[in-house]
């Protein structure tokens, strides 16, 4: 596994600085200073915009997950057993005090 890492983290644009190792979002905020610094100096308008991916692991496509799993090399016997462990994954929600009917949940995937 940390091989795959290791492949997928020279596949990642040298931009992206998320959940790599040896980068830090103070590599993002540097980066933003300079652009902004030739920005002003130029006497140019720069707008930025900051995007905060909250509840991503709750919006996992799971059967694009097991593809990219393939595509990474991992183990066909490991993405059967988590497939496995997705198949019999059940919600409902919770209106009024009152619980719905309970669903096949094909999004997201476990934290913790």
């Known amino acids: 596994m940390a091989n ?3 492949i997928a983290n020279t596949m990642f644009k040298q931009k ?3 959940c790599r190792p040896g980068r830090a979002t ?3 905020i540097f980066t ?3 652009i902004s610094e ?3 100096e130029k006497n140019r308008s720069l707008y930025c915009c ?3 991916f909250q509840k991503t692991f709750d919006s996992v496509w799971q059967k694009g997950l097991w593809k990219a799993m393939g595509c990474f090399g991992y183990p066909s016997k490991l ?3 988590l497939q496995a462990l997705y198949e019999q994954s059940r919600s409902a929600v919770r209106v009024n005090g009152e619980l719905t009917e309970w ?3 094909t999004v997201g995937v476990r934290q913790g």
Request: no cysteine; glycine share 4%; net charge positive.
């Open 4 to 6: 795959n890492l290791a």
């Open 16 to 18: 992206k600085a998320g």
């Open 26 to 28: 103070t590599d993002q």
């Open 32 to 34: 933003l200073r300079q």
């Open 38 to 40: 030739k920005y002003l």
């Open 50 to 52: 900051y995007i905060d």
């Open 79 to 81: 993405i059967r057993l």
């Open 103 to 105: 669903f096949k949940t």
